[in-house]
C-alpha cells in the first residue's frame, strides 16, 4: 500500500491558508517503520468530528495532509491570536499501544513532520500512551532563563581539546533538581529541531531562524562540551526548562525549512577568538523582558526583515567580535564526510559507505532499492538515494549532500543497534 503520491486537502479553510502535515510511524523497539498502522486526525476545537481515517504504507508514512491553518500574519508579530491550529492525531496498530499526540501544531504554508512512535503493549497496561504538545514559548506562560555567563571561564578542559557533537544528548524533563522528572535520551539533531520548533514560528524569515539554530546548538554544546550537569552531580545533559536552559517538548512535530536547516548546520557553533567552547547563547522572547546579553526571538526575525543576515544578528546579541565554527568530530560516523557532495559518477569510499548503508536500510525500507555495493554512484544508487529522501520528507535530489550522508548514516546506526519490534 502506498498512498504518499499525492496531498489530501481535508477541510475548507475560513482563513483561506493551510499546513502540510506529515505522519511517520515508527515502533518504539527500534526505528523499523509501522506498516498499515491506522491514523485518525481530530480538530481541536471539534475533538468529536473524525476529520479523516488514514492507514500508514510499508515505509510507515501517509499521505500527505492539508489542513485548515491560521492567517500568516498571526505569526510576523507579537499577537494574542494563536498563529497556529492545533490537531489531535490518534494512531494505533495491532499489537502496539495506542498513541494519541493532542496539539499538533500547523501552521501556514508551512510543511510539518509528526513521528509517532508506538510501544509494545506489555502485561502492566494497554491504556493509550497520550502525548499533550504544550505551546510554542511564544504563546505559553514559561519562566524567562536566568542569566549565566557566556564562557564558563571556571571550566577545566583537562583532556577535551576538541568540541564533539555527540550522538545523543540526555535530556531531563524538569528543572534539575526535581527527581521525579524523566531523563530521556534523544538523537542530537533531533533535539534541536524539537527546541527551535518549540521556540520560534517556521514562517519567519530563514536568516532569523538560522541565528536562532546556531545560538541554541552552541548553548547546547556548551553544556555537553563543559559537563556542566554532569559536574554537579546529575545524570543528565540538560534540561527542558526554559529558566535553566531551553524550552523541549516531548513528541511534538517539527518543521521541514527548520529540519533542514539543521541538517545542514548541525556541527556548526559560534565561539569568541581564543575560547575553545562554544558560547552559552541564551535566549529570551524578546517581548516582555529585559533580557541583555541573550538573543532575543522577536529581535532577530525584526532584524531579518530589515536585511540583516545570520551572522549580523549574532553579533548584534553577542558581541562583533565573534564568529561561526564547525567540527567534523561526529559521535557514530564510521566512514567521515570527505567533504564532497556524491552524485552520478562520483566515486570513493563515502560512496561504498553510503550504498553499504542503504543495502541495510533497504531491508527494513523495502521501497528503497537495494544498489550494488560497487563504489560507483551509478542510477541505481541515485534512485535509492530518493526514495531514501521522499521517505523521509527530505528534499528529493538523488544528490547526497552533507546532511543526507549523516541523516542516512544516523538511520543506519538505529537500525543496526536497537531490537526489532514485534
Known amino acids: 500500500m502506498d498512498n504518499n503520491n499525492q496531498t489530501t486537502r481535508l477541510a475548507q479553510s475560513e482563513t483561506g491558508y ?90 501556514p504554508n508551512m510543511v510539518s513532520t509528526q513521528r509517532a512512535t508506538l510501544p509494545p503493549i506489555d502485561d502492566t497496561t494497554n491504556d493509550p500512551k497520550i502525548i499533550i504538545i504544550s505551546p510554542n514559548y511564544l504563546n505559553g506562560s514559561f519562566p524567562p532563563k536566568v542569566e549565566e555567563d557566556t564562557i564558563k571561564y571556571e571550566f577545566e578542559t583537562g583532556e577535551i581539546s576538541t568540541v564533539t557533537i555527540p550522538d545523543h544528548v540526555i535530556v531531563h524533563n524538569g528543572i534539575p533538581g526535581d527527581e521525579s522528572a524523566k531523563n530521556y535520551y534523544v538523537e542530537y539533531g533531533s533535539y534541536i529541531k524539537n527546541v527551535v520548533s518549540s521556540i520560534s514560528y517556521p514562517t519567519w524569515p530563514e536568516e532569523a531562524l538560522y541565528s536562532i539554530i546556531l545560538s541554541v546548538i552552541s548553548f547546547t554544546l556548551n553544556r555537553i562540551y563543559t559537563n556542566w550537569y554532569i559536574n554537579q552531580g546529575y545524570s543528565f545533559n540538560i534540561t527542558s526548562s526554559t529558566a535553566y536552559d531551553q524550552l523541549w517538548v516531548y513528541g511534538r512535530n517539527t518543521f521541514l525549512n527548520i529540519n533542514t536547516a ?32 541573550m538573543l532575543s526571538l ?48 562520483s566515486t570513493g569510499n563515502n560512496v561504498t559507505a553510503l550504498q553499504n548503508q542503504l543495502n541495510i536500510i533497504s531491508r527494513v525500507y523495502v521501497a528503497i532499492p537495494a544498489p550494488e555495493t560497487d563504489g560507483i554512484f551509478g542510477p541505481a544508487t541515485e534512485a535509492a ?29 538505529r537500525l543496526t543497534r536497537e531490537e526489532r519490534c514485534t
Open 385 to 413: 538515494v530518493r526514495a531514501y529522501q521522499a521517505i523521509f520528507n527530505e528534499p528529493v535530489t538523488g544528490v547526497v549532500n552533507a546532511a543526507t550522508y549523516f541523516s542516512l548514516a544516523k538511520l543506519y546506526n
Open 298 to 345: 522577536w529581535g532577530s526575525k525584526m532584524f531579518a526583515d530589515t536585511g540583516y543576515d545570520y551572522l549580523s544578528i549574532i553579533r548584534y546579541y553577542f558581541g562583533d567580535n565573534v564568529f561561526i565554527t564547525s567540527t567534523n568530530d561526529i559521535e557514530g560516523i564510521q566512514v567521515p564526510w570527505e567533504q564532497q557532495v556524491l552524485s552520478l559518477g
Open 18 to 107: 493551510y499546513g502540510t502535515l506529515y505522519i511517520h510511524v515508527i515502533c518504539e523497539l527500534g526505528s523499523r517503520p509501522v506498516d498499515t498502522a491506522n491514523v485518525e486526525i481530530y480538530n481541536k476545537s471539534d475533538p468529536n468530528t473524525l476529520l479523516t481515517r488514514l492507514y500508514t504504507n510499508i515505509s510507515g508514512n501517509i499521505s500527505p495532509i492539508e489542513l485548515p491553518a491560521p492567517p500568516l500574519e498571526y505569526s510576523m508579530a507579537p499577537t494574542d491570536a494563536l498563529p497556529y491550529s492545533e490537531y489531535i492525531l490518534v494512531i494505533s496498530a495491532p499489537g502496539l499501544r495506542t498513541v494519541i499526540i493532542d496539539s499538533a501544531q500547523i501552521f
Open 262 to 293: 539543521v541538517d545542514n548546520i548541525f556541527n556548526f557553533f559560534i565561539v569568541s577568538p581564543g575560547i575553545s567552547q562554544p558560547l552559552l547563547t541564551q535566549i529570551c522572547s524578546g517581548i516582555t523582558n529585559d533580557c541583555p546579553g
